[in-house]
C-alpha cells in the first residue's frame, strides 16, 4: 500500500475545501481492494447541517463507483491533527473495523490507527443481521 501517495492525494484535495462559513479545510483520501483512490473534501452549506465532511464525500464517492472494500483512508486538516468527526467515523466503520485510518499532520509526518481503535464497541452492519 503506497500510504505516501494517500496522504499526497488528501492533501491535494484539501485545497479543493468549499469552507465560506468555518474557513476549515479537510481533505481525506481513500483506498479500496481495486486499489483505486478516490478523494474528498468537506462542502458547507448556508444551512449549515446539509455540511458534509471530507471522509463522508471520499465515502461517497468510492461506494457511488461500486467499490466496497475500503482498505485505508487518509485525513488531512487544519489543524495539526485532524481526527475524523463521531460522524465520520461511524461510516468508515460501515466498511469495516480493520480499515486502516491515516491522520496525516504533514506528508511525512501521520498517525495510524485501525477503525476500531477510533471507535470501539462500535454498532455496525453486523448487528442487523
Ligand atoms: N470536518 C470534516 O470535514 N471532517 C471531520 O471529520 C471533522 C470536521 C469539517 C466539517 C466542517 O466543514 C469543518 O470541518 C468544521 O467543522
Not at 64 to 91: F, H, K, L, M
Amino acid at each position: 500500500m503506497d500510504k505516501k501517495l494517500l496522504i499526497k492525494k488528501a492533501f491535494e484535495v484539501k485545497e479543493k475545501a468549499y469552507v465560506p462559513y468555518s474557513g476549515f479545510h479537510v481533505g481525506a483520501a481513500v483506498l479500496t481492494d481495486s486499489g483505486k483512490i478516490y478523494t474528498g473534501c468537506n462542502i458547507e452549506s448556508a444551512s449549515y447541517t446539509p455540511t458534509i465532511c471530507a471522509e463522508r464525500t471520499a465515502i461517497a464517492k468510492a461506494v457511488s463507483e461500486g467499490e466496497r472494500n475500503i482498505t485505508a483512508i487518509a485525513v488531512t486538516g487544519d489543524s495539526q491533527w485532524t481526527y475524523p468527526c463521531g460522524v465520520c467515523r461511524q461510516v468508515i466503520r460501515e466498511f469495516g473495523k480493520d480499515i486502516l485510518v491515516i491522520i496525516a499532520k504533514t506528508e511525512d509526518e501521520y498517525r495510524e490507527y485501525v477503525l476500531k481503535e477510533l471507535l470501539p464497541h462500535s454498532f455496525g452492519p453486523e448487528d442487523l443481521k
